[in-house]
């Protein structure tokens, strides 16, 4: 095993472990039964969107718009509950319609329109964010009613609504990732998508069904985190691909495509959480977290681009 493959593996784990064990002695409160259920309720949107994510990184991409299609996808939801009194499953369904047309959007930018995706999402990230403010005329949506938020607060038997979404999308990547042919495709392009396309795969299509996938995710995200906050808010899921990207990174996933996998993208998205709630728990303000939570980033792309330099001639250990 090679030193890179112990750092892509090993260390998101260490790390979380050692958080746990940090936070744990620090405070009483953190390994209670109530604030480890709140963790994985509370960072179900940002698992749900890392696992979107992680999809486009292995395909090479990187997709910055998942947090304004969050909030736009919420707020238009709860707009044609609220404003139209349009059923919740429609408004639902609708919201995630478009967030998959936006994350087909974007796949044509970069397929078709041949644009960088970091420009393409770019772009997208602000555009959203626009349409998000335009629509709800920067103000919050509330009184969204009980049927929308149970989805965020409600329970399936005495497992809470948001784990059991996040665990079927995180079961459904994972199998698509290892069983699939389009898995398969996604880590081919990822690896050298010009001897994947001479391979046969059809790259154009894996790419925009790819950024698609995301744009559907982001918008269940959205959608959760919309509900469990009672309203649609225009400034919701600010960062949220930030957070996508360190959660990916540092679970293994490479900024360059072709590396990495659900699993370790999962952990890294706990360790963000984690990392938050114990902050909370010990008082830490809210900038500060920030530049916390911006160390924390320049410090998984170091490690990737390290084990990346590894993978190029490292000595095997």
Known sequence: MTIATILRRGTVL???????????????RFLQERNLVNIAVQNAHIIIVTVGMTLVMLSGGIDLSIGSVAALTGAVAAGLIVQNSVPVPLAMLLGLALGFAIGLINGWMVVYGKLPPFVATLAMLGMARGLTLVYT???????????????????????PTPIVVWVVVVIVAILLMTRTRFGLHIYAIGGNEETARLAGVPVNRVKMLTFGISGFL????????????????PQAAVGLELDAITAAVLGGVSLFGGV??????????????????????????????????????????????????????????
């Open 260 to 317: 990495g996998n659900i699993p370790g993208a999962i952990i890294g998205a706990l360790l963000v959480g984690v990392l938050g709630n114990g902050m909370n728990l010990l008082r830490v303000a809210s900038y500060p977290q920030q530049v916390i939570q911006g160390v924390v980033l320049v410090l998984a792309v170091t490690i990737d681009m390290y084990t990346k330099r590894l993978e190029r001639g490292a000595p095997k250990t």
């Open 218 to 233: 982001a918008a269940l995200g959205g959608l959760l985190l919309t509900a469990r906050v009672f309203s649609a808010q």
């Open 137 to 159: 005329n920067g103000r919050p949506i509330a009184n969204i009613g009980d049927e929308f938020t149970f989805w965020g607060r409600g329970t399936i038997g005495p497992i």
């Open 14 to 28: 260490f790390v979380l472990i050692a958080l746990v064990i940090f936070f744990s002695l620090n405070s009483d």
